[in-house]
C-alpha cells in the first residue's frame, strides 16, 4: 500500500501506510540547512517522549522509538474526530465525554504534561474511549500558569466549535479535572484562568 497523506498543517505532514501514522516535520527554507534539522530532530524527539509518557497514562498512540528522530511512526487511531461529531451526539453523550476529557486533561497536569493544542481537533472516539494526538506543542512543566493556559485553550476551542452546549460541556470538563486533580490544586489553576482570560481581553 501506497503512503496516503492525510493531513498537513505549517510544521508537519501526517501519512498513512498499513494502518501506521508518519508524522513528517516540513523542512524550513529560510533555515540553515543543517540548523533546519537539528531543530526538526530535537521537536521530533521532545514530542516523542511526551507520547510516550501521556500514553502510559490516558488513551494516546503509542510512538515508535526511531534512532534518528527524523519521523514519529505510531499506530492510526480509527475513530470519530471529536471537531466533527461532538455535536451531532445527544447531550447526555457530549456531557460523558467532557467528564473523561477533563479527567484525562488532569492525568496530564498531574504528570507535567502540558498538551499546548488542546481543541477537539485532537481528539479521537474510538469504541467509548477518547484518545488525545499530536503533542507537537507539548512540552514538561509543573508551572499553575501553563495549566491554566492549557486548560483556557480548550475552553475556548469549545466555545468556537461547540458553543450550543458549551457552557455545560466545559463545566462538565472543569469537574471533572477538579475532582482527579483535587481541588486545592484545581482551584489554583481555575483562579489563574481568570487572570489569563482578562490579559486577553486587556489586548482587544
Known amino acids: 500500500m501506497k503512503s ?11 501519512y498513512l501506510k498499513d494502518n501506521l501514522v508518519t508524522k513528517d516535520r516540513i523542512s ?16 521530533t524527539k521532545s514530542e516523542t517522549k ?3 509518557k501521556a500514553a502510559q497514562i490516558i488513551n ?3 510512538p515508535e522509538i526511531s534512532k534518528d528522530f527524523d ?4 499506530p492510526f487511531i480509527k475513530g470519530k474526530k471529536l471537531s466533527e461529531h461532538l455535536n451531532k451526539f445527544p447531550l447526555k453523550q457530549q456531557k460523558e465525554i467532557c467528564k473523561e476529557i477533563g479527567t484525562s486533561i488532569a492525568k496530564l497536569h498531574k504528570a ?15 469504541k467509548d474511549k477518547i484518545y488525545f494526538i499530536d503533542f507537537g506543542l507539548g512540552f514538561i512543566s509543573r508551572k499553575i500558569e ?15 466549535k461547540h458553543f ?37 481581553r486587556y489586548r482587544h
Open 28 to 43: 524550513k527554507s529560510y533555515r540553515h540547512p543543517e540548523l533546519d534539522k537539528q531543530i526538526r530532530k530535537r521537536r
Open 164 to 200: 450550543e452546549n458549551y457552557k455545560i460541556l466545559i463545566k462538565e470538563v472543569f469537574k471533572e479535572y477538579e475532582k482527579e486533580l483535587g481541588k486545592t490544586e484545581a482551584n489554583k489553576i481555575f483562579e489563574r484562568i481568570v487572570s489569563v482570560e482578562r490579559r486577553g
Open 60 to 62: 494516546s498512540p503509542i
Open 50 to 52: 511526551l507520547l510516550t
Open 71 to 74: 519521523k514519529i511512526k505510531m
Open 4 to 14: 496516503k497523506l492525510i493531513s498537513q498543517g505549517a510544521e508537519a505532514k501526517i
Open 112 to 126: 507535567e504534561i502540558i498538551h499546548g493544542d488542546l481543541t477537539t481537533s485532537n481528539m479521537i472516539l474510538k
Open 146 to 160: 501553563d495549566k491554566a493556559v492549557d486548560l483556557h485553550l480548550f475552553k475556548q476551542a469549545l466555545e468556537a
